[in-house]
């Protein structure tokens, strides 16, 4: 018999690298309908030394990334572990681990997300579910986005769920399926150029990209590329920032806030380009959510919907939420991957579980 009620923690470590983000939830489920609290919640900085490694990963030999494998699991188990004793958290069904994602390339059958070796429920002392995108992969979907059937369950009086992270992604039903896919890179280019150019972490309220200049060239040019003419489902990993994004960024020798101006204007005009219907309700999450000037472009773009932002908890931790809520999907042996989301060949339930 299952249970009515689900306490777990949720951690997710995104492609921006702002941070581990740890949740512990409350989950419970009447008459079909579940509802959750977020009861303890914190984002972990990553030290310089490990936020040097990440950056650069994704260029690693296969041996070096084994080791990254098992020295990012010891770290992420001992972060966990910290969090759990700083608010003395005695009572927990699972941890629910999305890891960190270093190589996603689904087309050719791979993807890898670092922290999630077996010994990881040995360093917190906890069952651990994760590893969540391995599985949808080798049954031929994309292994992203995951976060839809959250939405559906959790989030289901809006349109759509967008989320603004390191990539952005929304979700949505149509004709009783649950649509969703990444739409552009946000984060991972908004912060490289923060970062390199300006010393900052990111640019707060979109201020600096503000107070650049549109470059219409450039913003055709990145509206072009390929991948936004291509259907879904479609997810986007670092590579295409790395490979495609950025040199074509730089091949334009004009004032970084320029730049940054003119891609959150093709943030903007894809999102508005991805929702079907350009009405309805639209719930924003993740930092992105905070980048006033990128939440202002969008509503131009699309003047007739209601755009939500919700408090901040729910803005940072919602994908911490979702994955938590994975796990306890996977615990109860249901449906947590939709195919209709990622183009696998059935529903399942993925994650590993490792008592």
Not at 185 to 198: D, E, G, I, R
Request: negative net charge.
């Amino acid at each position: 018999m299952f249970k009515d009620s689900y306490t777990v923690m949720g951690v997710m470590s995104g492609t921006s690298l702002d941070g581990i983000d740890l949740a512990y939830i409350h989950f419970t489920i009447k008459n079909q309908k579940w509802s959750f609290e977020i009861l303890e919640s914190t984002t972990v900085s990553y030290p310089i030394d490990w936020l040097n490694k990440l950056k650069v990963a994704v260029g690693f030999s296969k041996e070096e990334l084994i080791t990254l494998n098992e020295e990012y699991t010891d770290f992420l188990g001992n972060t966990i572990r910290n969090f759990i004793e700083k608010n003395s958290i005695s009572e927990m069904d699972a941890v629910c681990s999305h890891g960190h994602t270093i190589l996603h390339q689904p087309h050719n059958g791979f993807t890898l997300q670092i922290g999630n070796l077996p010994k990881i429920s040995q360093l917190i002392g906890q069952t651990t579910v994760c590893d969540f995108r391995v599985q949808d992969v080798q049954l031929g979907g994309q292994g992203a986005p995951l976060v839809p059937i959250g939405d559906r369950i959790l989030f289901s009086e809006y349109d759509y769920c967008l989320n603004l992270g390191g990539f952005s992604n929304v979700s949505f039903d149509d004709n009783g399926k649950r649509i969703a896919f990444d739409i552009s890179p946000v984060n991972t280019v908004l912060n490289f150029y923060a970062n390199t150019f300006f010393g900052l972490n990111y640019d707060d309220k979109g201020l600096i990209a503000r107070s650049g200049n549109l470059n219409d060239t450039l913003l055709n040019e990145l509206n072009d590329l390929e991948y936004f003419k291509k259907p879904y489902p479609k997810s986007l990993g670092f590579e295409f920032v790395k490979e495609i994004v950025l040199p074509l960024l730089e091949k334009y020798s004009i004032d970084s806030k320029d730049k940054m101006h003119t891609f959150i204007e093709h943030i903007a005009i894809q999102t508005a380009v991805a929702l079907p219907k350009k009405e309805g309700k639209l719930l924003i999450t993740g930092g992105g959510a905070y980048n006033d000037f990128l939440i202002e472009r969008m509503q131009v773009h699309l003047p007739k919907i209601s755009i939500t932002i919700p408090d901040a908890k729910t803005i940072e931790f919602k994908e911490a939420l979702i994955f938590a809520l994975l796990g306890v999907l996977k615990l109860r042996n249901e449906t947590n991957v939709l195919s209709s989301v990622t183009g696998a060949k059935k529903d399942h339930s993925s994650g590993y579980i490792y008592q």
